[in-house]
């Protein structure tokens, strides 16, 4: 069969051993012939996809395009395990190939591995790749809000009766916020609106979207899917309900249009309210993984399809767990340093917002290049995807996963330059304590920086002041009520970067350290 179908003859003989196994061979920093190799590939809006699983749907593979942009076409290789996907464009495609660079995709919790075919179209012969085209043709009517003119079988294409899906979470032994449905479900489309509550011992959520086609693809892709391995399934219907009332912005409530509404309460929204409604049980050491299955990666509930790598980087992005040992190295390598600022101190500083920086290695033959050593794989994905593409010390830093496991150590004597730091004793690790608050308050590079263990009699002039000789302009300030916490607003995110690597654990007098996070609030 595969012989009459000229695109996977071609594609056979010349792109299929491009890569080695590893499932990082696209994103760690391996073999230069082999990101050589990948870079020869132009951009194109057909993907090649291999390594699936066996028995795969086209219903899945058409999921891993879906939240990207309209998909076009699909040819399954299944004797080959593989398929290509056609999508509407090629802007479309890209932004698949760059989201699956940074967090490995995953079909029915096994990773498969996505590249730029050389074909700029797919021609598919209609009579081999039926099933295919009717799945596809189904699909496409719900992205385009009508009804399919052949039998979609068993998926339910009924015309969406409503912008607003009921989420309720079973098996909840994590805490599932409401950042981390945002997360997920705007890959589908604006969300809109989102309430967090509980009803019969349940968490639930009613999630407004802006188009109810929007409602349906999601539904159709999430229900019955895993936040994490084997817990946190989503159930999700349709709520009877077409608008949602949104009356506080808070971490139970939130109207993404109206970001003028008040907490409630005197609440802060940068209070943490994630744990409400979960089960007692919900955060059992989470130091080595709880003893639940460590993968971060959304996985498969009763044959669902996977579009959803998307939440290792939605739940850890919204840092409400930290579990250890995903198979993925916790060496980290960082390019296009300032090697005039560059220390160990200050990687193991900024690094250390989103993990436990246990070793530094800037590189002897090369100085504007760096190896971070982090407790894990989470950790190491985690800071990747929030510090690839920031600006630091003045130039655009890249990170990217190491092919080593660990930094090694120089032989005593040898690093006189003292390039090299061993951090994994350090008190300022954020991440050591189980169920540490540190947990809940992750978030990506922002202009505005949390302040924690302010002394007493410190007031605002003597912060700002502080903030302003780091080389950056304060824009606004805000205490909280207690005054050992307060709001600071730089004027740009690289200037907040620069505050946060001299500022943090800045000695304060009295045994005060000043603790600086970034803040997803704005003041």
Known sequence: MDGDVAVGVKRGSDELNMYGSSPNSMTANGSDSKKQRLDESPPSRVLHIRKLPNE??????????????????????????QAFLELGTEEAAITMVNYYTAVTPQVRNTPVFIQYSNHKELKTDSALNQRAQAVLQAVSAVQDGSSPSSDPGALDLTPPPSPVLRIIIDNMFYPVTLDVLQQIFSKFGTVMKI?????????????????????????????????????????????????????????????????????????????????????????????????????LSLSQGGGAISPLSAAAAAAAAAGRVALSG????????????????????????????????????????????????????????????????????GKVMRVTLSKHQTVALPREGLDDQRLTKDFSGSPLHRFKKPGSKNFQNIFPPSATLHLSNIRDGVGEDDLRLLFSNSGGTVKAFKFFQDRKMALIQMSSVEEAIQALIDLHNYDMGGNHHLKVSFSKSTI
Request: net charge neutral; charged share 15%.
């Open 56 to 81: 795969v749907s086209e219903t899945e593979v058409i999921a891993l395009g879906l939240p990207f942009g309209k998909v076009t076409n699909i040819l399954m290789l299944k004797g080959k395990n």
């Open 195 to 295: 309430i967090t509550f509980t009803k019969n011992n349940q968490f639930q959520a009613l999630l407004q979207f802006s188009d109810p086609v929007n409602a349906q693809q999601a539904k159709l892709s999430l229900d019955g899917q895993n936040i994490y391995n084997s817990c946190c399934t989503l159930r999700i219907d349709f709520s009877k309900l077409v608008n949602l009332n949104v009356k506080y912005n808070n971490d139970k409530s939130r109207d993404y249009t109206r970001p003028d509404l008040p907490t409630g309460d005197g609440e802060s929204t940068n209070k943490d309210h994630s744990l409400l409604g979960t089960p007692s049980g919900a955060l059992a050491s989470y130091s080595s993984g709880g003893g639940y299955s460590s993968s």
């Open 326 to 393: 995903s198979g993925v190295s916790g060496v980290l390598l960082a390019s296009n340093l300032n090697e005039e600022m560059v220390t160990p101190q200050s990687l193991f500083t900024l690094f250390g917002v989103y993990g436990d920086v246990q070793r530094v290695k800037i590189l002897y033959n090369k100085k504007d290049s760096a190896l971070i050593q982090l407790s894990d794989g989470n950790q190491a994905q985690l800071a990747m995807s929030h510090l690839n593409g920031q600006k630091v010390f």
